[in-house]
């Protein structure tokens, strides 16, 4: 996973320049400081609570999930909506471009922060599989998901793809280990 991150970040400044690298780490970094805002200990709280109770009451920890989970989905919709908005003001005040247009730019960052904010419920799922003591799981959810994205961004740039379809990649690729994550706490 790690020599798949160090070979994509080379491969993408070689491909397509240090503006679409920077976008690409800026974008996280907005959203990982967006989500680690807003979850305000609450992904410990619900580690502790779903390990007092996940042998004795079932049924609350069932509930936990589900509310929690509409939270958490409630809570991305929210600071979507914000990151979609303050993209043109990111571009144009806290980002510097040299060789890409600014609408493309913004474009670019939309996605990205998109699919980026999607580490806010990926947090709570893996809080809550903490909590059922299924480190291992969340362990393999992990790694398997960076693997994904990093091996996707190699592919898309190996048969010569573009900025955009390294960005949709990203975004699409945050989405599917918090699928799992979903899909096994609710088996659980």
Same mark, same amino acid.
């Given at each position: 996973?790690?020599?798949?991150? @160090? ?18 780490? +800026?974008? !996280?970094? +907005? ?10 200990? =609450?992904?410990?709280? %619900? &580690? ?16 936990? =999930? ?11 919709? =929210? ?5 979609? &908005? ?17 609408? &493309?730019?913004?474009?670019? !960052?939309?996605?990205?922060?998109? #699919? ?7 947090? *709570?799922?893996?809080? @809550? @599989?903490?909590?059922?003591?299924? !480190?291992?799981?969340?362990? $393999?959810? #992990? ?8 091996? #996707?961004?190699? *592919? =898309?740039? @190996? ?7 390294? %960005?949709? /990649? ?7 280990? $918090?699928?799992?994550? /979903? ?6």
């Amino acid at each position: 996973s790690v020599l798949l991150s @160090l070979v994509a970040v080379r491969i993408v400044f070689r491909r397509l320049g240090g503006d679409a690298l920077g976008l690409i780490y +800026f974008s !996280m970094a +907005f959203s990982a400081a967006l989500s680690v805002a807003v979850q305000l200990g =609450i992904c410990e709280s %619900a &580690t502790r609570e779903v390990a007092s109770h996940h042998a004795n009451r079932p049924e609350y920890i069932e509930s936990l =999930i589900r509310t929690s989970s509409l939270l958490y989905w409630a809570g991305y919709l =929210i600071l979507a909506i914000i990151a979609y &908005t303050a993209a043109p003001y990111l571009v144009h005040h806290w980002v510097k471009l040299g060789s890409l247009d600014a609408l &493309t730019a913004i474009k670019i !960052m939309r996605i990205l922060t998109l #699919g980026a904010l999607v580490a806010l419920p990926a947090g *709570l799922y893996r809080a @809550l @599989l903490v909590g059922l003591q299924h !480190m291992g799981i969340t362990n $393999v959810i #992990g790694v398997a998901g960076t693997a994904l994205q990093q091996a #996707g961004i190699f *592919l =898309i740039l @190996l048969i010569h793809g573009s900025l955009f379809h390294v %960005a949709y /990649w990203i975004a699409v690729s945050t989405l599917a280990p $918090v699928v799992v994550s /979903w899909i096994v706490c609710t088996h659980f």
